[in-house]
């Protein structure tokens, strides 16, 4: 089992930045990507980014591609989702989610998910 903690979201005007948080724990060996999802308010939840644990490779949705920036720090089991450039589309409740398996942007190739953490963005 792997238990995530996200934080880090809030409410910021269009144009702002903000960073979210996820940290890992119970079985962390077992992660093999770890990947940032969204969901607004009657929509289906979609990918934002991913990458491996090895830190070899990173996926992002184009939407946010140049804007948002995924990372970790190992020693502190935690990945990280910096968003620049925030618009009121981004506006929508981010959960991060762990793969032991392989790098995927799909929902299904991801097992474990943290509660979610609101991020709203006014125009």
């Known amino acids: 089992q792997v238990q995530l903690v996200e934080s880090g979201g809030g409410l910021v005007q269009a144009g702002g930045s903000l960073r979210l948080s996820c940290a890992a724990s119970?079985?962390?060996?077992?992660?093999?990507?770890m990947g940032w999802f969204r969901q607004a308010l009657g929509k289906e939840r979609e990918f934002v980014a991913a990458?491996?644990?090895?830190?070899?490779?990173?996926d992002y949705t184009n939407s946010v591609k140049g804007r948002f920036t995924i990372s970790r720090e190992v020693a502190k089991n935690t990945v990280y989702l910096q968003m620049n450039s925030l618009k009121p589309e981004d506006t929508a409740v981010y959960y991060c989610?762990?793969?032991?398996?392989?790098?995927?942007?799909?929902?299904?190739?991801?097992?474990?998910w943290g509660q979610g953490t609101q991020v709203t963005v006014s125009s």
């Open positions: 119970g079985r962390t060996s077992t992660i093999y990507a």
């Open positions: 990458f491996s644990w090895s830190g070899d490779t990173t």
């Open positions: 989610a762990v793969s032991t398996g392989r790098l995927s942007n799909i929902r299904v190739g991801y097992g474990y």
